[in-house]
């Protein structure tokens, strides 16, 4: 796969070219919240049993019980992915599954995680969980086996025409499929969601599906399994968590995040429908019906962002009374700019000045315009469910809550540096958690060679409440 070296600087140029045309945000007041309305489900096998509105709702506090600290996560180490070309400049989409791998070894990490491979064909694949070793050298590691080949689980929505696309993935246990998000670097009100069945050789995809009245840019690249005690009484009959943290201010100022269940819209819905089953948990800006671009400013901003974060990957831990909504990703650190990797700033009008004032296209690997900042680290961030359930019942702003605890990932990397000569603009991609051992896995990209690398936690004996 190293012809990427060739045709992607075209690629990404062609991105950077249409990028130039991005707004800033813009200042609105406050949207009004409103609480979730009861939610009439579609009859069909496929739909997870419902529980409605009609239980006394418990407080957000009595539900959430204390949260996840940094320290309850203990690093366990890493393993590598199989030796396939397949998964080279991989890390976008990963999730676990309970039921996987059932003649494996008895390691002590039972189950498999399907994950999305190389970032231009993003095909999916079924491996084994080896047991993690901590060391500095990657030769110490042990390989992840492949237990289903690579193979497209979206009936062909990705193809060669998208502009960087993308493709978040979660097994849903109650509906026993695997869900899915796809899309591109830049578009608007477009198909993003569909499910697929475990067996990748016959992936009977249904699908893809327009969110209702939610842009592309908040919706369509991570996506996780939301615990069903917390969704039977605050999302009812939506065990999916979706969204999008997209660099610049097209998703808003910090992640979006909202719960469905697209059982509720059919079994399955049509191909194009649109979902309306939808509660959202985040958004950083208000979403003007018809307006891709969330309108925004300082006041509803995650406290600290700035344009060049990306927060790839996420996941809803649990451990006994203890949780916590994680965002996993690259955190852009000191000054930001809008222009190239070496410095230069490219101002949104200079095309429009007279005479114009655009700056010289710098040499590659410097020549991919976008967001960028002086420094980056590879961070968690946690949410507390507690938060959510506020705004999913209506009590705050979608973007009141605010991340309570962050967790610096640099220590347990292999290569915590970003490289422009090899396209390695994230440290780390998507996230993963086996809920049952309370085990979450990460992606390091591009850590052995052009592959990623998954490096495993579990959370501590002390995160657990008696």
Known sequence: MRWIKTFWPIYLLLVG?????????????????????????????????????????????????????????????????PDDPGWEYSGQGLTYYPAGDPAGPDE????????????????????????PVISENLDDLNFAETLQPFADITGGAITEELALPLLGLAYEQTSDKLHFAWGQHIQDFEISHGWASLDLSNPQTAGTWLFDGYSNYTTNDYIFEIPRQWADVYSPGQYLATGRAREGPWSGNGPALFAYGPWNDGDPPAPGATLTSITPLLRYGVQQPGESVIVTDESMAVNGRLDADHWGGAAWLTAGEKSAVIFVGTKALGSAWYGFANGVVWDYDCADQNPPACPDLPEWPFDNRGFWAEDYQAQIIFYDPADLAAVARGELETWAPQPYATLVLDDYLFDPELNHAEYKRDLVGAAAFDRERELLFIVERLADEYKSVIHMFRLAPNAVTP
């Open 17 to 81: 070219i249409l990028a130039c045309n991005l707004p800033g945000g813009s200042a609105l007041g406050p949207e009004a919240g409103s609480a979730p309305e009861g939610i009439e489900s579609a009859p069909g096998s496929q739909r997870p049993a419902q529980t409605g509105f009609e239980q006394p709702l418990q407080s957000a506090d009595q539900l959430s019980g204390a949260v996840i600290q940094p320290e309850d996560l203990v690093y366990l180490g890493a393993f590598r992915l």
């Open 108 to 131: 002590g990490f039972p189950g498999s995680l399907f994950g999305v491979g190389h970032d231009h064909t993003l095909l999916v694949s079924e491996i084994s969980i080896p047991a």
